[in-house]
């Protein structure tokens, strides 16, 4: 028959472990999520880079400069934690700039009718009830034994309970009026520009068409003369170009060899004194195809420059097929990269090309 060890010996083991070692290290306990961010915590919009420096489309007329940047789906994750742009909200970032002697008026109803307001958008990145319900939970099974832990245990043993300190030092978990509040700050406004001012922000669409216009209308404060600024949209070609500190001949070689790598792609034409391969990428079955045709161009810069240039049809005809993640063209220039001895100088992916001069 087994002995049971009495509760109360028990305790004044741990405590003699605790205790009576002088130079026994505190132990630390189990850090709990519940101090921890949510998940489902959306750091404060970022915008990238400058507006007026970054935009695709501007437009000069009368002293008075439009610029208009259309965010793809990439830009809109890194900027909004969100992703809303393939389920039908453009993000376009607009800068106004009026460098004339009389005050314009700017609306957001004259740009586009349909214009989503922010606080709309907001609501989809809304942390769910339930989240917020699971937070209370945790917080109210784990508050009682935290507090009994800082009060009474830590003060007595080597243990060490992180709890009510650092929760208070974490920062407060955004709640929806904060994340509507977050909208609002960066959508742009209805507003008056005066003279040798501006006025920036961001406004909510539908995608427009690809290679068409979008029509930004400003009216004169005094006589509600209309000015009219119609920007394009971003062609309907996905465009990623990466130049190389290798000659033409090695890029070229390994162009070719990257490309039957890939077993998603399948070589129709190459052309070498022109720098251009013609790849089919996707399924071909019977009456039923998913492919497209792309291209990709090796230009040579200088003798020992050279730039490998990818231009692939965008099937969907709105602004909602940029952004969209394209393994297989990761993959080409990574296969790139790993062949070429060195990295590339310089690198750059051009996802909303300006559209060309005509």
């Not at 319900?133 to 508050?143: I, T």
Request: hydrophobic fraction near 40%; glycine fraction near 6%; charge should be positive.
């Amino acid at each position: 028959m087994r002995r049971r060890v009495p509760p109360v010996a028990l305790g004044l083991v741990l405590a003699h472990v605790s205790l009576g070692c002088g130079g026994y290290r505190p132990v630390r306990w189990p850090r709990s999520d519940l101090w921890a961010p949510s998940r489902s915590v959306r750091p404060p919009i970022q915008l990238p880079g400058s507006g007026a420096a970054s935009a695709q489309g501007r437009i000069q007329q009368d002293h008075v400069d439009v610029a208009v940047e259309f965010l793809d789906e990439r830009q809109t994750k890194e900027a909004f934690h969100a992703d809303f742009v393939r389920s039908g909200i453009q993000p376009v970032r607009l800068l106004i700039q009026n460098g004339s002697d009389q005050p314009y008026r700017f609306r957001k109803a004259d740009v586009d009718p349909r214009s989503i307001p922010a606080a709309s958008v907001a609501r989809r990145v809304y942390v769910h009830p339930a989240e917020t319900v699971a937070r209370l939970v945790k917080w109210v099974a784990f508050f009682i034994p935290g507090l009994v832990f800082e009060s009474i245990v830590e003060p007595a043993t080597s243990l060490d309970f992180p709890g009510i300190e650092e929760a208070a030092r974490r920062p407060p978990t955004p709640d929806n009026r904060s994340i509507k509040a977050d909208f609002l700050k960066h959508e742009i406004a209805d507003a008056e520009i005066g003279p040798n001012g501006s006025l920036a922000g961001v406004l909510f669409i539908r995608p427009p068409r690809l290679g068409s216009v979008l029509t930004v209308k400003l009216f004169t404060a005094r006589t509600q003369q209309p000015a009219v600024f119609e920007v394009p949209t971003p062609p309907p070609v996905y465009v990623q170009a990466r130049p190389y500190p290798h000659p033409y001949e090695k890029v070229w070689d390994a162009v070719l060899a990257t490309s039957n790598d890939i077993r998603s792609w399948r070589l129709v034409e190459r052309d070498k004194p022109r720098g251009r391969i013609t790849v089919r990428k996707g399924v071909k079955l019977l009456m039923w195809t998913n492919a497209v045709q792309m291209t990709v161009a090796v230009e040579q810069l200088n003798e020992r420059r050279t730039q490998v240039r990818l231009e692939l049809p965008l099937p969907r005809s709105t602004t909602a097929a940029y952004g969209t993640r394209r393994p297989s063209i990761e993959k080409f220039f990574q296969g790139l990269d790993h062949l070429l001895p060195a990295a590339p100088v310089e690198v750059g992916a051009v996802d909303n090309p300006p559209p060309p001069n005509r």
